[in-house]
């Protein structure tokens, strides 16, 4: 139990659909990250918030719409996916101000597949 | 791109340490040197870092060569549980939300 949790675990989905990620952590975190991980390939980066500031975008395709409301909670918005994008979707959080080391804490991850 | 070279995989004995390499030739003096590990299909544990000094805390020993060109991560006596892929990653340290950049990392299996 690392204080960060998603939801749902699991998701199937059609092309067609809309769905969303949650995450949310519970360690008075300010930062907030999304990471995404396919089959047999490294985890790639997809979108940071610091102070629900988005800060990076590492060149996501449209179909994917972050949303982060406070420094808690953060979404991932889907919408007519490929079948590609199924993967394990991955949340962190780190504290980011004040001389902290910064480690980042991960959620257990959401394990989509677009069908 | 990933700024860490590591073995693919290892093997370790239960109850022996396991010695985990990584090289990081091009390291600048603010970066710091991270390690996480993942266990199947859950989410990336922090397990240590350090700048210069060793380091250890009450789940492994960081040992950084005095160039810092390259760490090792010691786990002392490995247990079954602790079969997973190990990441090194270098990060500046003096921003907090930098992100983690992800290599292939080190599969290790701990064998009874």
């Known amino acids: 139990e690392t204080g960060v949790t998603q939801t749902p675990r699991h998701l199937v989905m059609g092309m067609t659909n809309k769905k969303s990620l949650k995450c949310e952590q519970h360690?008075?975190?300010?930062?907030m990250y999304w990471y995404k991980q396919s089959a047999k390939k490294p985890l790639e980066l997809m979108f940071v918030y610091n102070f629900k500031e988005q800060t990076e975008n590492n060149s996501v395709p449209s179909r994917f719409s972050p949303e982060c409301p406070n420094s808690s909670h953060l979404f991932l918005h889907l919408h007519t996916l490929q079948p590609e994008d199924s993967a394990l979707y991955l949340c962190a959080s780190s504290q980011s101000t004040g001389g902290h080391s910064y480690e980042q804490y991960f959620g257990p991850g959401t394990r989509l597949t677009v069908t | 791109d990933a700024k860490t070279t590591q073995p693919p995989s290892m093997d370790c004995a239960e109850g022996r340490a396991a010695n985990l390499p990584c090289n990081h030739s091009?390291?600048?003096?603010?970066?710091?040197v991270y390690w996480y590990r993942q266990i199947h299909s859950q989410g990336p544990q922090y397990i240590i870092h350090g700048l210069k000094n060793n380091e250890t805390n009450e789940m492994a020993s960081l040992i950084i060569t005095e160039d810092r060109k390259s760490s090792t991560l010691i786990l002392p006596h490995a247990t079954l549980r602790d079969t997973a892929v190990y990441y090194c990653?270098?990060?500046?340290?003096?921003?907090?939300?930098?992100?983690?950049?992800f290599g292939k990392g080190t599969r290790l299996s701990v064998i009874a």
């Open positions: 091009t390291i600048s003096g603010n970066e710091y």
């Open positions: 990653i270098v990060r500046v340290g003096y921003s907090g939300n930098t992100p983690l950049v």
């Open positions: 360690l008075g975190h300010n930062a």
